[in-house]
């Protein structure tokens, strides 16, 4: 009882250090492209999402596993290595962040690879998760999700994933992950109404397949003004699809001006406003 009075009157006394001072009300999220496929958000809350932590055989990846310290949440798209399936494991376990695999599958992955089941949120397309203010809804792709390292148990990934992200203030982004474009896009386009969308560039992607993907999420979505790119290499090889490309397509399809192919800098935070 004494003890209990002690800390309290100590909470009192010293209110900055018993508890991490509480984010500022109002702050805009910031996003973080850290190379490949993998992103980082910052909400106005302070939650820290990361998306798609491909790192180690990353190249372009502007991180080492040891520089990420922090995450409430990481979201895999599917099983393939380069959309951080592997690099997720770890980070998963030292920063305790719940882990959301694409597909069913992919957690029952994660859990025999060592990722405690708790940490684990098994999901499928459909699914709707709320971490404090932040919803984050699993979409499907046309995609595969073959996983690095397939088991007896666990031999594919279940079905690839997007995902619908909506922070605090309401400011929503679409994360594509490596999908083709699908009718779905104007549902979520029109259901949803992102304000951001991340869409797939890889080497050989049809860069008209990107602009459909724009023209079927504004779908009763003015919202949808700034488009980043994605999976693509700083420096793309010889032959592979470029922004410029992607950039030319949408502005055909939708019309110059109505969207923003955004070019960021690795490690660059961006303030994600509407
Ligand atoms: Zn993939």
Redesign the pocket.
């Known amino acids: 009882m004494l003890i209990a009075i002690f800390m309290m009157l100590l909470a009192l006394l010293l209110p900055g250090c018993i508890d991490r001072a509480p984010a500022v009300q109002g702050n805009a999220s910031t996003l973080e492209w850290l190379g490949w ?1 993998h992103f980082r958000i910052t909400s106005g809350q302070d939650k820290v999402i990361l998306i798609n932590p491909f790192i180690a055989g990353n190249p372009d990846s502007i991180v080492k596993l040891e520089d990420i310290t922090r995450a409430d949440v990481i979201l895999v ?4 290595e ?2 951080g399936s592997s690099d997720a494991i770890p980070l998963a376990q030292k920063t305790g962040a719940k882990l959301i695999g694409g597909g069913f599958e992919l957690g029952s992955w994660f859990i025999e690879q060592g990722v405690p089941a708790s940490q684990v949120i098994r999901t499928n397309p459909g699914g709707i998760h709320r971490f404090d203010g932040i919803t984050v809804r699993i979409v499907n ?1 046309v ?4 996983l690095p390292e397939p088991t007896a148990n666990n031999t594919y990934g279940g079905p ?1 994933a997007g995902f619908i992200i909506t922070l605090e203030d309401g400011y929503t982004v679409y994360f594509a ?2 999908t083709a474009a699908t009718m779905d896009m104007q549902l979520w386009g029109s259901a949803f109404k992102p304000d951001l969308a991340i869409l797939p560039l890889n080497n050989n992607r049809d860069p008209v397949d990107v602009a459909q993907m724009v023209k079927l999420l504004r779908t009763d979505n003015q919202n949808l003004n700034k488009i980043i790119p994605h ?1 693509n290499r700083v420096q793309p090889p010889a032959g592979a699809t470029t922004i410029d490309e992607m950039e030319q397509a949408i502005n055909d399809m939708v019309g110059k001006g109505t969207v923003t192919v955004m070019r960021i800098e690795r490690g660059k935070a961006i303030q994600l406003t509407k």
């Open positions: 496929s798209a599917d099983g393939h380069d959309e792709s995609h595969g999700s073959g690839a992950g490596s999976h």
